[in-house]
């Protein structure tokens, strides 16, 4: 295992970029504003709860380390942004590179296009980590990815109010997609 501090700053941009469009894709896959709510929440929940559940995952660690960060945007180091794997400043620029990714993505993109493009990203994105991060981190961050996915799924139910079924038929198919692309 390596520490937290020794994930670069490509390594930190591919591993958000992963578990952002994981969990856009199901947020996606069924869309309405009260659902869309819950989701997000979720979505936020999920990666802090991922700081606790993986605790000696030096690249989960970094990662929960990298989404305070952008959370609080801090200007000054503080017991939760001091010991981010990269400088401030290149943490402000991942944050940036993923929000201008997702933007672009959404714009070229409809829901079925987004799911492809995670898909083919989370195809290439453990390779890279893998020099790093230890087979046993890559398989809890490929089970933290779709638990992630999951819990999206969950947060809602189908219809204007996400009253109705709690994983709509295309979350279903977005998460059968999920788990045969990360192997778990």
């Known amino acids: 295992m390596v520490s937290v501090t020794e994930y670069s700053k490509q390594d930190l941009s591919i591993a958000s970029s992963a578990t952002v469009f994981t969990g856009l894709s199901v947020l996606l896959a069924e869309f ?3 659902s869309t709510v819950l989701e997000i929440v979720t979505f936020v929940q999920e990666v802090f709860n991922a700081r606790e559940k993986y605790p000696n995952n030096s690249l989960i660690q970094a990662l929960t380390k990298l ?3 952008s959370r609080t945007m801090s200007a000054t180091a503080t017991d939760s942004t001091a010991d981010i794997p990269v400088s401030e400043a290149e943490a402000a620029e991942i944050v940036e590179e993923v ?10 993109r409809d829901a079925a296009g987004i799911v492809d ?6 195809n290439n994105v453990f390779g890279g980590l893998s020099q790093k991060a230890s087979p046993e981190e890559i398989r809890e961050f490929k089970q933290f990815l779709y638990h992630l996915a999951e819990q999206i799924a969950n947060a809602a139910g189908e219809g204007q109010f996400g009253t109705g079924q709690k994983i709509s038929p295309a979350e279903e198919k977005v998460l059968q997609t999920l ?6």
């Open 117 to 122: 493009f995670t898909i083919n990203l989370l």
């Open 67 to 69: 989404f305070d960060y």
């Open 99 to 108: 929000k201008k990714e997702v933007e672009t993505v959404q714009k070229e």
């Open 179 to 184: 788990k045969a692309t990360l192997g778990v």
């Open 32 to 34: 309405s504003i009260v």
